[in-house]
Structures are given as structure tokens and as C-alpha cells.
């Protein structure tokens, strides 16, 4: 199967600090996927980015298709924020081990 | 909207014994996914029904199984239940056919004694 590679694994941010989340894909993906895991176990679709660029509020993602990864950035981060943070794709949805987000205030 | 629900929201199961969870998708949605997220092991595929026809499967033995009905709400059934299969169960649903931003219920988490 299709191995998943997030980094970092773990990330502690100051409140209105900025973040980069990678994601790398071990084969080609046309349907990757960003997900956040809240403290409460809820899976909220950030964005669905088989390549290009989006962006909603705070957050933006790209991905290069090509080069088989995706960025998720994080700006002006907020408490809330904090979750874990999941790509998934393939035809089998693969998911990588996530980035462990926390923010403090 | 409604979004994705799941029933039961626990399930307390004994070894051997079956299991029977429900999924609800979004209205308008007709695929519906099952994924298992276990403890240490992360979120896995498990099944891919859209229009009442299982799509894909994941790398899941066969006492794992479901079907999805006429009004697009589906069943996740697990026979033989083993320790190993105490897990958040996640339920999405999508929009048609084809790779869709999938969106996610708040799971049943099912424990196995």
C-alpha cells in the first residue's frame, strides 16, 4: 500500500504564532485529502486538494501532485486550533500518523 | 444540515459475540466509509458503498462486512468479535461516485470485554 508521511509528528505553538504541516505520499494521489481531529474526537474535512492551492480563513493547503506532498499552513494560530491534524489519499484512503497540534494561549 | 450520524454512540461487547453499527450520511449523499481507529495503529479503510454496491474493501478479514440500503444509510456488521477489535469506528459520507471531500460522523466506539 501507499505509505503516508506526516511531519512534524508533534507541534507546540504560542498563541497567533504560524505552522507548516507536511504530508508525503509514497505514490501518486488524486484525491488527497486534510483533516483536524479535535480534543473531542471529531474529524472536520479542512480541505479535499488533489492539487493546487486553497485556502479558507486561517488555513490554506497546497499540494504539488507531481512531487506527491501537500502543505497545510496555519496562521495567526488560535487555542482552538489545537487537534491533531491528518492527509489522507489513495484508493484505499490511506492515512498518515498525524501532526499533534497543541496551541497555548 | 444534519451531518453524518452514527449509532450506537458505545457498544459493549463480549469475545465471539456480533456487532451491528449504523451510519447515517448527510442528505444528498449517496457513498458512505467505514474506517476502524484502533488505539496505536491509526485510521484504516475498512469499506466504500455507494449506490447500494460495495466500491472497496481494506486489508480487513472477512467477519467485517456491511451493506448500504435504499435510503443510502449503511450497516457495519463484525462477527467473532476479538479484543483487538475494540476501536473508534468512524462512518463519512460523501457526495456520488468517484473521489469526494469525505465528511465524517462523530464515531461509535465499541469495546470489546
Known amino acids: 500500500g501507499i505509505q503516508v508521511e506526516q511531519s512534524p509528528p508533534d507541534l507546540i505553538l504560542q498563541e497567533g504564532a504560524n505552522s507548516t504541516l507536511r504530508c508525503n505520499f509514497s505514490?501518486?494521489?488524486?484525491?488527497l485529502q486534510w483533516f483536524h481531529q479535535n480534543p473531542w474526537g471529531q474529524l472536520i474535512n479542512l480541505f479535499y486538494?488533489?492539487?493546487g492551492t486553497k485556502q479558507n480563513g486561517r488555513l490554506s493547503a497546497t499540494t504539488v501532485a507531481t512531487e506527491r506532498y501537500s502543505l497545510l499552513y496555519i496562521s495567526s494560530s488560535q487555542t482552538t486550533d489545537s487537534g491533531v491534524y491528518f492527509c489522507?489519499?489513495?484508493?484505499?484512503?490511506?492515512f498518515g500518523t498525524g501532526t499533534s497540534l497543541t496551541v497555548i494561549p | 444540515e444534519a451531518g453524518v450520524t452514527q449509532s450506537p454512540t458505545h457498544l459493549i461487547k463480549t469475545r465471539g459475540q456480533q456487532a451491528t453499527l449504523r451510519c447515517s450520511p448527510i442528505?444528498?449523499?449517496?457513498?458512505v466509509y467505514w474506517y476502524q481507529q484502533a488505539l496505536g495503529l491509526g485510521l484504516q479503510f475498512l469499506l466504500w458503498?455507494?449506490?447500494?454496491?460495495?466500491?472497496n474493501r481494506g486489508n480487513f478479514p472477512p467477519r467485517f462486512s456491511g451493506r448500504q440500503f435504499p435510503n443510502y444509510s449503511s450497516e457495519l456488521n463484525v462477527n467473532a468479535l476479538e479484543l483487538e477489535d475494540s476501536a473508534l469506528y468512524l462512518c463519512?459520507?460523501?457526495?456520488?461516485?468517484?473521489?469526494?471531500?469525505?465528511?465524517f460522523g462523530d464515531g461509535t466506539r465499541l469495546s470489546i470485554l
Open positions: 463519512a459520507s460523501s457526495l456520488g461516485t468517484g473521489y469526494q471531500p469525505q465528511h
Open positions: 505514490d501518486s494521489v488524486n484525491n
Open positions: 486538494i488533489p492539487s
Open positions: 489522507a489519499g489513495g484508493n484505499q484512503f490511506y
Open positions: 442528505s444528498g449523499h449517496t457513498s
Open positions: 458503498y455507494d449506490e447500494g454496491e460495495e466500491r
